[in-house]
């Protein structure tokens, strides 16, 4: 099973400030066509898991342009620009190459 | 898009629960669909994938066995059949809506999920 590694796991944030978690993975998540079968989640307290980013670096749709993924292989990164308030939540990463597995989840908050 | 999930509840060990998933707003049987559950407090489990066609079905290695996915495209439904219920099945169920019809690869709808107790 690839098992997937979050950092850090709480992240104080100030508002306006940039923000950046890290994911990694056991096996590489490279699938041959080309593409980071990694994605990020973010649950609002009270809510459901929201997609944000898809294929490591693809907004999905109505994501603000704050919201960023990058990385391949086995390293990636999701950064936020500038942190709002209602950004604050679990931010969570999952592998979609073999079957699916999530990380552990960063829980981000305001200082 | 929208998923709508029922059929959670309180079942005593060894029980069974049938959850149901009512989407609306798209081409149902063109997207793999999912469950995902969540302990409280806890992290996020993929549970079960069937693909579009409902001819391809996977599952967690923690449900094998116990749990059955199916889908009807006719009337836009999907099922997880959870039998021989366990404590640590306890968790709120997420029906999810893939990208793709034949495997999901990431979940791009959540539904809001139905809470299952065992105890």
């Known amino acids: 099973d690839i098992v997937m590694t979050q950092s850090p796991l709480s992240l104080p944030v100030t508002p306006g400030e940039p923000a950046s978690i890290s994911c990694r993975s056991s096996?590489?998540?490279?699938?041959?066509?080309?593409?980071?079968?990694l994605a990020w989640y973010l649950q609002r307290p009270g809510q459901s898991p929201q997609l944000l980013i898809y294929l490591a670096s693809h907004r999905a749709s109505g994501v603000p342009d704050r919201f960023s993924g990058s990385g391949s292989g086995t390293d990636f990164t999701l950064k936020i620009s500038r942190v709002e308030a209602e950004d604050v939540g679990v931010y969570s990463c999952?592998?979609?190459?073999?079957?699916?597995?999530f990380g552990q989840g960063t829980k981000v908050e305001i200082k | 898009v929208q998923l709508l999930e029922s059929g959670g509840g309180l079942v005593q060990p060894g029980g069974s629960l049938r959850l149901s998933c009512a989407a609306s707003?798209?081409?149902?049987?063109?997207?793999?669909m999912g469950w995902v559950r969540q302990t409280p407090g806890k992290g996020l489990e993929w549970v079960s994938s069937i693909n579009g066609g409902g001819n391809t079905t996977s599952y967690a290695d923690s449900v094998k066995g116990r749990f059955t996915v199916s889908r009807d495209n006719s009337k836009n439904t999907l099922s997880l059949q959870m039998n021989s219920l366990r404590a640590d099945d306890t968790s709120i169920y997420y029906c999810v809506k893939g990208r793709f019809p034949e495997r999901c690869v990431d979940f791009d709808v959540w539904g809001q999920g139905t809470m299952v107790t065992v105890s």
């Open positions: 999952m592998q979609g190459l073999q079957s699916y597995t």
């Open positions: 096996q590489s998540l490279l699938h041959r066509n080309g593409y980071n079968y």
């Open positions: 707003g798209l081409t149902f049987s063109t997207y793999a």
